[in-house]
């Protein structure tokens, strides 16, 4: 991998998007981003942490690799989706850690992940429109699915940039925080979910996207899968023990 690193940090894996000067997106970084989320998954990371090691998280496609048309996230459906898949619906929880610009790709490389975390200096965009593209890794439906199709239209149709704040407050962020905390409260929130119950997080995950992509009925249908998957989880056992003998709150999962 040439544009993104890996790191473990107990059970974090960090993911760090690392291709100078401001990680502009390719089809090099899109294939290092899948060997990565697929490196640390089986490295045993029970949470996967997104950041960036530049100046900003990302500012979006590499416009000279889109001028021929044949960037191939472009047109081959494949490969499109399975980009999505690896990303959003990881086998543990992922969280994205943005400071400076997310825009257009950089924006949805962040709405994969399952929180997003922004210092309060970051700046958030769905720009494609003003060089004659759509946005052409989800953006569009995703920002749809947080903040709704009146917001989610405004924010792609016009493509100026916002302030995290705003991003926060319309619901597709989760929270902002000062620049100089973003890292700490990042990996505060990484090593929570590192430490819960690693397959009943991966249960929510599949619930609450089930629900976003398909309708409530859609997770209503696989709830009793769900419920049987969850029941057999050693976590589970160790969380109705330590219920029982010390009290909610004081399981140590394992994530099996």
């Not at 390719?26 to 640390?40: E, N, R, S």
């Not at 705003?166 to 597709?172: D, K, L, M, N, V």
Request: proline fraction near 3%; charged fraction near 20%; charge should be negative.
């Amino acid at each position: 991998m040439t544009t993104v690193k890996i790191e473990m940090d107990g059970a974090v894996g960090i993911v760090s998007l690392a291709k100078p000067p401001h990680n502009l997106i390719d089809d090099a970084m899109i294939a290092d981003l899948l060997a990565a989320y697929h490196g640390v998954v089986d490295d045993g990371a029970r949470a996967i942490l997104l950041k960036s090691d530049m100046r900003h998280f990302s500012a979006g496609a590499e416009m000279n690799s889109f001028t021929d048309g044949k960037t191939a996230i472009q047109h081959n459906a494949d490969q499109f989706l399975e980009f999505l898949d690896v990303l959003e619906n990881a086998p543990v929880p992922t969280l994205a850690a943005v400071h400076g610009a997310a825009l257009g790709g950089g924006l949805e490389l962040a709405l994969t992940c399952d929180m997003i975390v922004a210092a309060d200096t970051a700046y958030f965009g769905q720009v494609e429109n003003i060089v004659g593209l759509i946005p052409l890794l989800g953006g569009t439906q995703r920002l749809v699915q947080r903040a709704g199709i009146v917001r989610a239209k405004e924010i792609a149709l016009i493509g100026r940039r916002h302030a995290a704040e705003a991003f926060e407050r319309w619901g597709i962020i989760n929270h902002v925080v000062p620049e100089a905390e973003l890292q700490t409260a990042a990996m505060s929130f990484a090593r929570q979910l590192a430490a819960g119950p690693t397959k009943v997080l991966h249960g929510i995950k599949q619930q609450a996207n089930l629900a976003a992509n398909g309708g409530v009925r859609s997770a209503d249908l696989e709830q009793i899968n769900l419920n049987n998957l969850i029941w057999q989880t050693g976590d589970r056992e160790r969380g109705f023990a330590s219920f029982f003998s010390t009290g909610p709150a004081t399981a140590e999962f394992k994530g099996d």
